[in-house]
């Protein structure tokens, strides 16, 4: 018989219990993470009742293959665009979050009497919440649809992006041994510059690759390409000093962007799934016992506080962001809990040898007891929302609705903020690839020149030239471009920009740094002060003489990063047209009715619905819930603004504009378990806007019903809100009058409502 090597009986081991412990979570409707787990304990030494692993080290190995496969998961869900994308709310209330339950775990920590490093890991450990179990959660409790859900999904994708930053300070402090100031400003001020540069020279040259050898690309080219770039990054975010997550993390960030993103991501699920199992099994071959026994008094403490702190924290940041009070208590209900991610923090500090092993059962103790609790803690944020409207008093109800309401009208960013960002956006990125021009340079260029040219004037001659050529187009950039800034549909003028304190600050600043670039190229090249005293003139003289042709060639970078980046959005575009102008028209709706906390849900009906075959006037959605239905999208066809006799057939998906309220009573009728032609009213989705007008007191629609007046049928519309008097009427009933000063919120047919008004202009103070 042949000898078999331990590691595959380990394998078989792993994967064996692993397999019907994974049965058992999914028929008990458990996360999986928590059956690899257990899986790991029953293989591990801790207990005694089945085979142990043996060979402990390659299982090691393939466990840190399993984080660097979910960190490259995780990325290839991510996207850079996606960060910027969840907007502010999601952003702030991630980072209050993390702030404050990052300082509080700290001191649990310290007050339970751990050392420094502990404390600061458990910080770590609590700074994510589960995207699994809030996913889970809401599935169960449908609740996907629910405007928070969205917020909390953008909070997910902030935390997931900040924790994986931390780990990279936490690796610092940990190899140091101390916190201090100036080394974490270094280790952040480095991390964001190769960010950077990984992001632009990632976008800059991936998508272009793959999209010239896409052709080539059949499923198993795709899988070694992935896999060996991902490998590739790991191993250069070591070669610079950083963790191999993070490179893994920022590669997955960077297909994300390409057109093979969604391949990718499927033909590495396996990989992924396989080697993540063993890096959970391998948590799980920590996991003591006893050691849960003696520290259940921690497990207790820290999960009470994971609980109501993160619940606090996160309702506190959506607050501040400007969400009302009852979203805000649904969002910090779903955060209450600990993720996937404290695994891989801890797992770090313990390859760092830097944290004690206790910190592991604490992190599985508290896991699996939040994992629990978070889908009673959801369904308890209403009633708890009730309750706190009861205990507040009304001028402090008052003053938070004023807050969210003025928070969501002053959302655009005055001019002087945009100015500064544009400039800010031109210094730094240009910047950063000068440096990174420079660090080429010096590491690798001049050392190549000083082995082939012995003469020094020669040498330096070449290096000007050369550094020059490739600095250009970004110096050009930082000294010259001219800025493009938008002041909503204008274009401001370049004597603002360029005669206004303002803008002479922000040019002078552009200047000096130009120019400080320049001198810090020549003396990092030369080695003579004479040289830099006559090239820097020289060098920004013949930027501006050759101006116009440096221009070119960075606008030509310029175009084909922009297009780089953009090119996965216009594939899908193009797959998928009708969806996706669909999905912008009701992210349109939404802003345009933020402040009346309303929004575009679309409920998909089942082949067993109650009501299917019913017209909307026989359903009577509207009198009923207080809803209105702006589109019905069958099969390939979309029907924009339905009329009365449309019917409801099975599997169409229903767009309803309402409140939160409004549509959750909707959704249960949804929930309750004769084709007929739906009219002519199909027209192209470019031509629905929503948009909002004022009567005069002389408007003809004015003393009359909705219903009566016939602006309906006029404009082509539906009339979906009112402003009366600072109080605002969603979704009015048909039997609502208009009065004189009114403003009217329409959804309807562009062009006909564009030509009515024209032709009636003098029956509207504005529009």
């Known amino acids: ?10 394998l078989a081991l792993i994967l064996l219990v692993g397999a019907f412990v994974t049965i058992l979570f999914k028929r008990i409707k458990q996360p999986l993470v928590l059956g690899y787990i257990i899986a790991g304990f029953l293989v591990g030494p801790h207990f005694g009742y089945m085979p142990t692993i043996i060979d402990n080290g390659n299982i090691e190995t393939f466990a840190e293959i399993g984080v660097i496969m979910l960190l490259f998961s995780l990325g290839l869900e991510f996207s850079f665009k996606k960060l910027v994308n969840v907007g502010g709310t999601a952003s702030i209330t991630a980072l209050i979050e993390i702030l404050f339950v990052g300082l509080g775990g700290y001191l649990t920590g310290y007050l339970l009497g751990w050392n420094q490093m502990d404390s600061l890991f458990l910080a770590g450990m609590l700074a994510s919440s589960s995207t699994t179990i809030i996913l889970r959660a809401f599935d169960e409790l449908g609740l996907k649809t629910k405007q928070f859900a969205k917020v909390v999904f953008g909070v997910l994708v902030v935390e997931d992006i900040i924790v994986i930053l931390l780990m990279v300070v936490l690796s610092t402090v940990a190899i140091t041994q101390q916190f201090q100031g100036s080394e974490i400003v270094y280790t952040v001020l480095k991390l964001g510059f190769f960010l950077v540069l990984w992001f632009l020279l990632g976008i800059y040259l991936l998508p272009a690759f793959i999209k010239k050898t896409r052709k080539w690309m059949d499923d198993e080219t795709v899988l070694i390409l992935s896999i060996g770039l991902c490998l590739g990054m790991v191993l250069l975010a070591t070669q610079v000093g950083f963790s191999a997550e993070l490179g893994a993390f920022v590669m997955g960030s960077l297909i994300a962007e390409t057109v093979l993103a969604e391949k990718i991501e499927h033909i590495t699920q396996p990989l992924k799934q396989f080697f993540g199992t063993i890096f959970f099994v391998s948590v799980g071959m920590m996991i003591d016992p006893h050691a849960i026994y003696i520290f259940a008094g921690p497990i207790f403490a820290i999960t009470v506080f994971t609980i109501f702190g993160k619940f606090f924290f996160s309702s506190l940041g959506a607050l501040i962001s400007g969400q009302p009070l009852k979203q805000s208590i649904q969002i910090g209900s779903s955060m209450a809990q600990i993720g996937e991610f404290a695994f891989i923090v801890a797992a770090l500090g313990l390859s760092l040898g830097v944290i004690s092993e206790f910190l592991f059962p604490i992190a599985v103790g508290v896991s699996a007891i939040t994992t629990f609790t978070t889908p009673y803690f959801i369904k308890l944020s209403e009633p708890l929302y009730h309750k706190i409207v009861n205990l507040f008093p009304e001028r402090w109800l008052t003053y ?8 969501q009208k002053n959302k655009n960013s005055p001019f002087w903020k945009k100015m500064l960002h544009e400039y800010n956006r031109i210094l730094i990125i240009n910047s950063i690839i000068l440096i990174a021009i420079a660090l080429l340079f010096k590491y690798a260029i001049i050392p190549f020149l000083n ?24 110096l050009w950039a930082i000294l010259i471009k001219k800025l493009n800034i938008k002041d909503g549909d204008n274009t401001v003028n370049s004597y603002y920009l360029n005669y206004s304190v303002t803008g002479i600050t922000l040019n002078a600043v552009r200047y000096l740094v130009g120019i400080f670039f320049i001198g810090f190229f020549i003396d990092q090249i030369t080695t003579t002060t004479y040289a830099l005293i006559i090239s820097v003139p020289i060098i920004t003289i013949l930027l501006w003489i050759f101006s116009d042709k440096v221009q070119k060639v960075h606008q030509r970078i310029e175009r084909q990063f922009i297009s780089n980046l953009n090119e996965r959005e216009r594939w899908e575009y193009i797959q998928n047209k009708g969806n996706l102008e669909l999905q912008q028209k009701n992210e349109e709706a ?5 402040e009346w906390n309303a929004y575009v849900a679309e409920l998909e009906v089942s082949d067993r619905i109650v009501f299917a075959g019913m017209t909307l006037n026989e359903l009577k959605w509207k009198e009923q819930f207080g809803i209105n239905v702006v589109y019905i999208r069958r099969n390939d066809r979309t029907v924009h603004l339905p009329n009365s006799y449309v019917r409801i057939l099975p599997y169409d998906k229903v767009g309803i504009l309402g409140t939160e309220d409004q549509i959750s009573q909707l959704k249960t009728v949804f929930e309750q378990s004769d084709a007929v032609d739906i009219g002519n009213e199909d027209f192209d989705i470019n031509d629905i806007i929503l948009t909002k007008i004022t009567f005069s007191t002389k408007n003809p629609y004015v003393g009359k019903t909705i219903k009566v007046s016939g602006i309906q049928k006029d404009l082509r519309c539906h009339v979906v809100g009112i402003e009366r008097n600072e109080n ?6 048909s039997s609502q009058m208009f009065l004189g000063d009114d403003v009217v919120w329409l959804v309807g047919d562009k062009h006909r409502i564009e030509y009515f008004l024209k032709k009636q202009k003098s029956d509207f103070l504005k529009v």
């Open 1 to 10: 018989m042949g000898h078999i090597p331990d590691l595959i009986k380990d």
């Open 451 to 474: 082995k082939q040219i012995e003469n020094e004037l020669v040498k330096n001659i070449v290096l000007i030239a050369t550094a020059t050529l490739l600095a250009s187009p970004f």
């Open 728 to 733: 605002r009427i969603l979704n009015p009933e």
């Open 590 to 594: 939404k802003k345009g009715l933020q």
């Open 400 to 407: 938070l609705d004023n807050y969210t309401s003025e928070t």
